[in-house]
């Protein structure tokens, strides 16, 4: 017996009923992207290795899936080179182009290679799929959709409101209750230069970071592993451990940064951020503790938790001031954020959140019982999509069992039965398969009778 195909692990095959869930989260977020004018681009699934490597750190590096050249890959190298040569050098000689991490990083390519064609602010969006050679596990996945959004050339803070403001208008339409937590890279920065280790600040965001999933001991024994003395990781916890209202964390970090200019500013960026979000449907709330694991923000930073479903961040993102500058083009200031998408559609499964209507695909079957009664149904089946139902009819004369069994099958609500009395009449019997309602509709009536 022939062995039964798989898949690679961390990737997922995506069922009709599924793509139709993701379909839906897909087709809100685009929604809502657009009305606040942000215009879709797509950039190609691999990318020159050149572009991708160190943008993400060492971690990131390592988590990049490397594509081997085509045709001869070894041409040029002997035996003993291949034999005697490191892992990491042999990928750099075989592989140059590499599939995409993230859709960020492909996004300031784009930006720098076609900067004469944009106009400035550039509001872009992008749905694809992004690749990490990640260890799976629930909800992480080797094989993954990213939808971003990211505004470049403005610096201002307007554009940090307005993507809080996305955030909340997609999850209210999700009905997914969500906390956004927001910091700020400049205050974190302040907090490492107050105690006395500006030079470890990497080392500090990554533990503290990690505050959620590991525990404050954990993340302190973190600390001093990274060389952070005993006397700096003291004056760390009463930040960690701080609460109150955002206005209340606001005033004690002024006190505690009133010696660091570009903390102070952070702070004051955080604030501005939070004056104009006082409206929100969501909660909104100032975490010191958020850290965020890429090197490339500067500014604001964003988290979104699910508040009714345990599982990692399903939102995030941040301000990043100079990441075209790794491509030659310094100076040009941007903030985005990155909707996880496998993720969302795991929280609104959970949920059971999906609208009938986004989930259910074919509204109306015609049962099919010969090629009189087809013929009969082919024009009504013609109209009926024309007024937008989506309808198909069964394409063999089978037992009505099996046609209904297939209705059922498929969670289509109604059934249109025609047989000789119906022809006789120029109608259709219209049978609602939830209620087991029956009535005879004229075909003129079939789309209002179904709505």
Known sequence: ???????????????????????????????????????????????????????????????????????????????????????????????????????????????????????????????????????????????????DADVVGSESLLNEVELMQIVDTVFTRFGVRVCIKINNRKILTGIAEMIGQADKIVDITVAIDKLDKIGLDAVNEELANDGIPADAIEKLQPIIKLSGTNAEKLATMKEVLKDSEIGLKGVEESEYILSKLTSLNNEIELDLTLARGLNYYTGAIFEVKALDVQIGSITGGGRYDNLTGIFGMPGLSGVGISFGADRIFDVLNQLDLYPKEAVNATQLLFVNFGEAEADFCLPILAEVRKAGIRAEIYPDAAKMKKQMSYANAKNIPFVAIVGESEMAEGKVNLKNMITGEQQMVAPADIANAIR
């Not at 379909?23 to 990318?47: C, H, R, S, W």
């Not at 004469?116 to 690749?131: A, D, G, H, N, S």
């Open 1 to 147: 017996m022939a062995q039964k195909p798989s898949i690679p692990k961390g990737t997922r095959d995506f069922s009709p009923v599924e793509m139709a869930k993701r379909n839906y989260i897909f087709n809100t977020i685009k929604d809502v992207y657009a009305l606040y004018g942000f215009q879709q681009i797509e950039t190609p699934a691999m990318e020159n290795l050149s572009t991708l490597m160190g943008k993400y750190g060492e971690e990131g590096d390592k988590l990049l899936f490397k594509i081997l050249n085509s045709g001869d890959f070894l041409h040029g190298m002997t035996a003993d080179e291949v034999a005697n040569t490191s892992t990491l050098k042999l990928a750099s000689k075989f592989c140059e182009k590499g599939l995409r991490y993230d859709l960020t990083v492909p996004f300031a390519r784009f930006v720098v290679q076609h900067r004469e064609e944009l106009t400035l602010p550039f509001k872009r969006y992008q749905i694809q799929p992004v690749w990490r050679a990640d260890r799976p596990q629930k909800g992480r996945y080797r094989e993954f959709y990213q939808c």
